[in-house]
C-alpha cells in the first residue's frame, strides 16, 4: 500500500524554513536557491491542504498549523538521520553532543580519548551554541545541560553537582590563610561573574548578601569562566569556579583555595536526549558511558 506522505525535499524545506523562519536561510543551509525552496513549500501546503505559513510585517512565520506540523516533521527527520548514520558505514556513527564552552573545555574533552578507546566506531561532534543548547528545538542527540534536571520533550538523568570553589593566584592570599566563611572572602579582591547563571552570586547570596549589596560589591567582572580564571591565575583576585573548571589549575599549584569551604549548587549537571531518540541504540550507549562518568551525588538527594 502506497504510504501517504510528501516528499523527503519537501519536509525537509519547510523544517529549515521553520526554524530558522526564513526561506532564504533555509535555502543556504540546503544548497538551494529561495525560489526552489519556496515552491517545495508551496507543493507542500497544497498537499496538505492547510497554510503552513503566513507574512506578517514582510517577515515569514508560521501558523498554528505550522508550528505543530514542524515539531512533528522536525522529530522525524532526526530519527531519520540517526537511524541511518547507524547503519551506514559499516555501523560507523557520529553523534551530536551539545554542552555549554566551559564543560566542553574542562570536562567533556579531556574524557573524549577514553571514550574513543571504549568506542572506536562512534565520533562525537561538540556543539557549543548556547541558543542551540538551551532552545527549544533540540538540535542534538544528547546534551549536558545546568539546572534541575526538567526540561519539556528531554530525558534527563543527573551526571555531576556543581560544586563552587573560591581561588585565586598564590599571592593574592600571600601569608593570609583561605578564609573559613562564604562571607569572608570579600576580603580579598573579588572577581565577579556576570552570567545568567552566575556562580559569584549564587555564592554571595547563599553567605547572607542581599541582591543590592553584591550589585555594589566592587571588583572587575566577566562573563565567561575561562575568562574569569585568566584574570584569576594574572592575580587580579578571588574567582567562583566550578569545581571541575578549577581542578587543572590546583593541582599544579597556580591557583589556591581562598575559602575552606566549597559551595553545593541547588542545581547541577544533567545528560538529556531529546524523548524522540531515547531508544535509538548508539544514543543510548553513549548516554549511559557519560553517566557513568559522574561520581558526584545528586543535589538535595
Request: charged residues 20%; aromatic residues 10%.
Amino acid at each position: 500500500m502506497r504510504r501517504y506522505l510528501p516528499s523527503l525535499i519537501a519536509l525537509q524545506c519547510f523544517e529549515a524554513a521553520a526554524r530558522h523562519l526564513s526561506f532564504t536561510k533555509a535555502g543556504e543551509e540546503l544548497y538551494l536557491t529561495q525560489s526552489a525552496v519556496s515552491r517545495q513549500i508551496k507543493n507542500l501546503e497544497a498537499f496538505l491542504g492547510c497554510t503552513l505559513f503566513q507574512r506578517v510585517k514582510q517577515r515569514v512565520q508560521l501558523t498554528p498549523t505550522g508550528e505543530t506540523y514542524a515539531k512533528g516533521v522536525r522529530a522525524l527527520l532526526d530519527q531519520a538521520e540517526v537511524l541511518t548514520r547507524e547503519v551506514s558505514a559499516g555501523q560507523a556513527s557520529v553523534i551530536k553532543l551539545a554542552a555549554e564552552p566551559a564543560v566542553a573545555s574542562r570536562w567533556l574533552i579531556p574524557r573524549l580519548t577514553q571514550f574513543k578507546s571504549a568506542y572506536p566506531d562512534i565520533a562525537i561532534e561538540v556543539v557549543t551554541d548556547m541558543e542551540k543548547i538551551y532552545g527549544e528545538a533540540h538540535s542534538y542527540d544528547l546534551a549536558i545541560l545546568y539546572g534541575a534536571g526538567r526540561w519539556q520533550g528531554l530525558q534527563a538523568r543527573f551526571l555531576m553537582a556543581d560544586e563552587l570553589v573560591a581561588v585565586a593566584a598564590p599571592a593574592v592570599l600571600g601569608k593570609q590563610k583561605a578564609v573559613a566563611a562564604y562571607a569572608d572572602i570579600t576580603q580579598f579582591p573579588l572577581l565577579h561573574h556576570t552570567a545568567q547563571m552566575s556562580a559569584s552570586d549564587e555564592w554571595l547570596l547563599r553567605a547572607g548578601y542581599s541582591v543590592e549589596a553584591v550589585k555594589a560589591l566592587p571588583g572587575q567582572r566577566f562573563e565567561h569562566f575561562h575568562l574569569l580564571s585568566q584574570a584569576a591565575l594574572q592575580g587580579l583576585g578571588v574567582a567562583i569556579l566550578p569545581r571541575y573548571f578549577a581542578k587543572e589549575e590546583l593541582e599544579n599549584g597556580r591557583l589556591v583555595y581562598a575559602c575552606e569551604q566549597s559551595l553545593l549548587s541547588q542545581e547541577g549537571y544533567y545528560v538529556v536526549v531529546p524523548k524522540e531518540k531515547s531508544e535509538l541504540v548508539t544514543i543510548s550507549r553513549v548516554a549511559d558511558w557519560f553517566v557513568a562518568q559522574g561520581s558526584s551525588p545528586a543535589p538535595n538527594s
